[in-house]
């Protein structure tokens, strides 16, 4: 551990003359022959066993992995054998609904997390670190899914607290468990902290210094090429209505509830410089037709789940591209998005990559280096509670369109704050249709 101690105290320290020409390629990797010295207290750490505490969270995971998977298999087997032999009337038919989908999907990731629950439950008890940290994240994903299904099927209730406890306790656990893999991520953290700097010296601060793509996939940058694209987004969106759509009538375009910011832009922007990275100095066409694919597939599937949760439709596309031509993208895609705005994606792309995400990356590295990450976890932190705020709104004014009054302080919260008026002032482009969705209690009272 001296070893990495001293290397940890000459990484912080700030560079000298001396050190003016070292470059960052002076801590790449060894040889993939060269065999790394492994301490014995890195080892020591490694088998050491996990407290009291995490024995008795990793006894409730395996117990509830091995209870919870031979009841669904039962329950679900049943109800196959139900619906197949028709007994008592239990039919399924052809009429395949997106709720009974949707439920499927949720069905399929509870039998998948069972089993996870009872190999993670297993490695913990074991103190098996570093594999209990990798089962961690495996769970994390899974929980994140099932909340999403929770959500489309249910919305926003209590029984949305459950799984949330259990990501961040996952998320905790994932990032502590294993303390090699904390003294590694610490001894990173410094190390790249210097190579920054020098970075910063020889103005590549935010590039890949590897030569694999154009930009670091950090989350300082990622989240930065997200705000940033979230306010151009918007403004782009604002000016096309203006001067296509309906030429001369502004139309607020806005996709959260405070702020000028349309999350979809947001988020097109950060996939596609994570898919397009790599692609940076390649031919405009391919970019193009990468980015095209990429951002209509990611436009449909972000307008199927606003609409399947909330019964939202904020845009939707004609199955023509002109009088009498059909567009196969829209019809593919049930107009969720179309041929000439999937080219427009690939447009952007090529438009994104080429000339915007340089400029970007020299505009974020104005930031001055005191204020990088505390501005970035303030900021981050700010647009978690917008988009927090933005889907209770959504869920009450769906409520609402539903015929359902408040019943809890939150929605009646909500319901003074960000009425039906407000909501559809402040979403001007958005309508909700309940009978659209997959959610259950909608489906209960249309019955």
């Not at 950060?270 to 209509?296: C, E, M, P, W």
């Not at 949760?309 to 196969?328: C, K, N, R, T």
Request: aromatic residues 12%.
């Amino acid at each position: 551990m001296a070893d990495i101690d001293s290397n940890i105290s000459s990484a912080t320290s700030e560079p000298s003359a001396s050190d003016a020409s070292t470059s960052p390629q002076h801590f790449a990797p060894k040889p993939k022959g060269s065999k790394p010295a492994v301490s014995t207290s890195s080892t020591t750490l490694a088998n050491k066993k996990v407290p009291i505490y995490l024995k008795i969270f990793a006894a409730l995971c395996f117990l509830d992995g091995a209870l919870s998977l031979p009841a669904l298999i039962l329950f679900y087997g049943l109800i196959i054998l139900a619906l197949y032999t028709g007994v008592d009337g239990v039919t399924i038919g052809t009429d395949i609904t997106l709720t009974i989908t949707v439920a499927l999907v949720g069905a399929v990731l509870e039998l998948v997390t069972s089993i996870v629950l009872i190999i993670f439950g297993r490695k913990l008890w074991k103190s098996e670190r570093r594999h209990a940290a990798r089962w961690a994240n495996v769970l994390a994903v899974l929980t994140v899914g099932q909340i999403l299904v929770q959500i489309m099927l249910g919305g926003f209730n209590v029984q949305l607290v459950r799984p949330g406890i259990q990501l961040v306790i996952l998320i905790v656990i994932s990032t502590t468990v294993d303390p090699t893999l904390h003294q590694e991520r610490e001894f990173q953290r410094h190390l790249q902290d210097y190579i920054d700097r020098e970075a910063a010296e020889e103005g590549m601060l935010g590039r890949d210094l590897s030569g694999e793509g154009y930009i670091k996939l950090n989350f300082f940058n990622l989240f930065w090429v997200f705000f940033v694209c979230c306010i151009l987004g918007l403004i782009l969106e604002v000016i096309y209505h203006m001067a296509v759509v309906d030429p001369g009538v502004y139309q607020d375009r806005a996709g959260m509830l405070y702020g000028p910011f349309s999350p979809i832009y947001g988020f097109g922007a950060v996939l596609l410089t994570i898919a397009l990275n790599r692609f940076y100095d390649k031919n405009f066409l391919l970019i193009f037709v990468v980015s095209a694919v990429i951002g209509g597939t990611f436009e449909a599937a972000v307008s199927w789940w606003m609409q399947t949760s909330f019964g939202a439709i904020a845009w939707s596309y004609p199955f023509e591209l002109m009088p009498g031509v059909p567009d196969p993208v829209a019809i593919l895609y049930a107009g969720r998005t179309s041929l000439p705005f999937a080219c427009m994606w690939g447009a952007l792309g090529v438009v994104w990559i080429k000339i915007c995400l340089p400029r970007l990356l020299s505009l974020i590295n104005l930031i001055p280096w005191k204020m990088r990450y505390s501005l970035t976890t303030i900021t981050a932190a700010l647009m978690i509670l917008n988009g927090c705020l933005t889907l209770g709104a959504l869920d009450c004014w769906f409520s609402r369109e539903s015929g359902l009054a408040p019943t809890s302080p939150v929605e009646q919260f909500f319901a003074d704050h960000y009425d039906n008026e407000y909501m559809a002032n402040r979403f001007q482009s958005m309508t909700i249709h309940p009978d659209t969705t997959s959610r259950v209690e909608n489906h209960a009272t249309s019955a």
